[in-house]
């Protein structure tokens, strides 16, 4: 069934009015959604030296071609987390890491830590659908951490280092856990508007379940839907600086207020867009997801008399680590 077929069955299914116009904006962005980011293939060398690989799926690349691998490990999550300030404080930390990819952020991460408190004890989580077969080296620098955990998958205790991956779909890898008290969570799978079954509210109040309250959830995304869910899931948003990319991303906790500006407290509270993935079951295939959040956003267009902001748009490089 073609994406215009498996629309209007949708939209029959929900038994929802709309015209033939406004249908053909919901095909022709949902199109503009699913195009590939970027023309590369396999591993690729980014701006800065290292290498990335770019995901035969998804079309996007794992980190920004940019900005960097490392760069983007440390500036989008490592140090808007908290963590750095953590291992001054703390004799252990946990971290809950969706979207493991190639384990750079990890081992970046696990690196910079033991540099502030070599005794520091580390327990992470990681989620990911698949692993890759071909994975570019870290630099030297991060080389140890990056090959203990690779050598050890898909879990290990050694070094006051505890390290679990799930495999398989996160949705319900997650439900496994009954007991986790995340410092931080390094939120990076792929686009949303390409991956929006790791977006969705649903998925994201699975994460709440696992963080302490004084955890910090990272990511590079700042779209709307996503900062909406967190939002009516009682989150503090701010906008992280800009890492080789046009905007920010987003740094969100339970005990901290926004921090946005005059534009994006707008768009959150006005734009049709800024509404959340919705994935109940947490087993929508990611099409269907993608679709009924296209459907809402267009009754909500024709419900402020055809009011349309700009596309919400991603760049090349927002994608898992």
Same mark, same amino acid.
């Given at each position: 069934?073609?994406?215009?077929?498996?629309l209007e069955e949708r939209i029959r299914q929900k038994a929802v009015a709309l015209p033939q116009e406004n249908i053909r904006h919901i095909i022709?962005?949902?199109?503009?959604?699913?195009?590939?980011?970027?023309?590369?293939?396999?591993?690729?060398?980014?701006?800065?030296?290292?290498?990335?690989?770019?995901?035969?799926?998804?079309?996007?690349?794992?980190?920004?071609?940019?900005?960097?691998?490392?760069?983007?490990?440390?500036?989008?999550?490592?140090?808007?987390?908290?963590?750095?300030?953590?291992?001054?404080?703390?004799?252990?930390?946990?971290?809950?890491?969706? &979207? +493991? =990819?190639?384990?750079?952020?990890?081992? $970046?991460?696990? @690196? !910079?830590?033991?540099?502030?408190?070599?005794? /520091?004890?580390?327990?992470?989580?990681?989620?990911?659908?698949?692993?890759?077969?071909?994975?570019?080296?870290?630099?030297?620098?991060?080389?140890?951490?990056?090959?203990?955990?690779?050598?050890?998958?898909?879990?290990?205790?050694?070094?006051?280092?505890?390290?679990?991956?799930?495999?398989?779909?996160?949705?319900?890898?997650?439900?496994?856990?009954?007991?986790?008290?995340?410092?931080?969570?390094?939120?990076?799978?792929?686009?949303?508007?390409?991956?929006?079954?790791?977006?969705?509210?649903?998925?994201?109040?699975?994460?709440?379940?696992?963080?302490?309250?004084?955890?910090?959830?990272?990511?590079?995304?700042?779209?709307?839907?996503?900062?909406?869910?967190?939002?009516?899931? &009682? +989150? =503090?948003?701010?906008?992280?600086?800009? $890492?080789?990319? @046009? !905007?920010?991303?987003?740094?969100?906790?339970? /005990?901290?207020?926004?921090?946005?500006?005059?534009?994006?407290?707008?768009?959150?509270?006005?734009?049709?867009?800024?509404?959340?993935?919705?994935?109940?079951?947490?087993?929508?295939?990611?099409?269907?997801?993608?679709?009924?959040?296209?459907?809402?956003?267009?009754?909500?267009?024709?419900?402020?008399?055809?009011?349309?902001?700009?596309?919400?748009?991603?760049?090349?490089?927002?994608?898992?680590?």
């Amino acid at each position: 069934m073609d994406l215009n077929d498996l629309l209007e069955e949708r939209i029959r299914q929900k038994a929802v009015a709309l015209p033939q116009e406004n249908i053909r904006h919901i095909i022709l962005e949902l199109k503009a959604w699913l195009q590939p980011s970027v023309e590369e293939k396999g591993i690729v060398q980014t701006q800065s030296g290292d290498y990335t690989l770019v995901h035969p799926l998804y079309g996007e690349p794992y980190h920004s071609l940019f900005a960097g691998a490392i760069r983007e490990c440390i500036e989008k999550f490592l140090e808007p987390s908290g963590l750095l300030d953590k291992a001054e404080k703390f004799k252990k930390v946990r971290i809950l890491d969706i &979207g +493991f =990819g190639l384990g750079y952020n990890i081992a $970046v991460a696990i @690196k !910079r830590l033991r540099d502030i408190n070599p005794s /520091l004890e580390i327990e992470v989580l990681s989620f990911e659908k698949e692993l890759p077969q071909s994975v570019p080296p870290l630099p030297e620098e991060f080389a140890k951490f990056h090959k203990l955990i690779w050598d050890n998958l898909p879990e290990f205790e050694k070094d006051c280092i505890r390290f679990r991956l799930y495999l398989g779909d996160a949705r319900q890898s997650i439900l496994e856990v009954s007991e986790f008290s995340a410092d931080a969570v390094f939120h990076d799978g792929f686009s949303p508007y390409r991956n929006p079954e790791l977006w969705s509210f649903d998925f994201l109040s699975q994460i709440k379940r696992l963080m302490s309250q004084e955890g910090t959830w990272v990511s590079y995304t700042s779209s709307l839907p996503v900062r909406k869910a967190l939002k009516e899931l &009682g +989150f =503090g948003i701010c906008t992280t600086k800009s $890492v080789g990319r @046009k !905007r920010g991303g987003t740094k969100a906790c339970l /005990l901290c207020e926004d921090n946005l500006s005059e534009e994006e407290r707008i768009k959150l509270s006005t734009s049709p867009y800024a509404i959340p993935f919705l994935d109940p079951t947490l087993k929508g295939e990611p099409l269907d997801i993608l679709i009924d959040y296209r459907i809402r956003v267009e009754l909500l267009k024709v419900a402020q008399g055809g009011f349309e902001p700009p596309t919400p748009r991603f760049s090349a490089g927002c994608s898992t680590n």
